[in-house]
């Protein structure tokens, strides 16, 4: 009995260290916005903008899995931004169980966001930007649907 109560009492405590030791977001800045594009490349780029703290956000999210899926991997690329109020370990471990298909980082609601998402953009959430290789960047704000995701991507 006490064998199972010493096993039982490392399994949650090694639970907690290893809480302790998660890594927060890293920033969304000037080094990881700069997108290369391959020269002669057809790549696809989806940069979302959005917040935990976001009801339409959040039913939003698993609409990029499913565009993963549908889209090619060598045309398409995804990039996840959180507007959260805070970086904190909490929402790394939220967002890391949501197996997003991309690459996730952090922007400061307070950070000057509107000209670094999209000259045009308003500050709404969810917002996205779809890079094209040879085109203009497309501002989308608010919610939308795979198919609506789809209409614009092919």
């Known amino acids: 009995m006490k064998l199972i109560l010493v096993i039982t009492l490392f399994f949650f405590i090694s639970l907690g260290v290893s809480n302790c030791f998660a890594q927060k977001l890293p920033i969304w800045d000037d080094v990881s ?12 780029i989806l940069v979302h903008y959005f917040a935990t703290w976001c009801a339409p956000c959040m039913k939003e999210l698993p609409v990029f899995d499913s565009l993963r899926k549908v889209l090619s991997t060598d045309n398409a690329q995804f990039v996840f931004i959180s507007m959260d109020i805070k970086n904190t370990r909490k ?3 939220t967002l890391s169980n949501l197996r ?3 690459k996730v980082f952090y922007l400061s609601p307070t950070s000057d966001s509107n000209k670094i998402i999209h000259p045009n953009a308003s500050g709404a959430l969810p917002t996205t930007v779809i ?24």
Request: proline share 7%; net charge positive; charged share 25%.
């Open 131 to 154: 890079y094209y290789p040879l085109g203009v960047p497309i501002l989308i704000e608010g919610k939308m649907t795979m198919s609506e995701y789809l209409k614009i991507l092919r």
């Open 100 to 102: 997003l298909p991309g």
């Open 91 to 93: 929402l790394a471990k």
């Open 33 to 44: 916005r700069s997108f290369e594009i391959k020269k002669g490349s057809q790549e696809v």
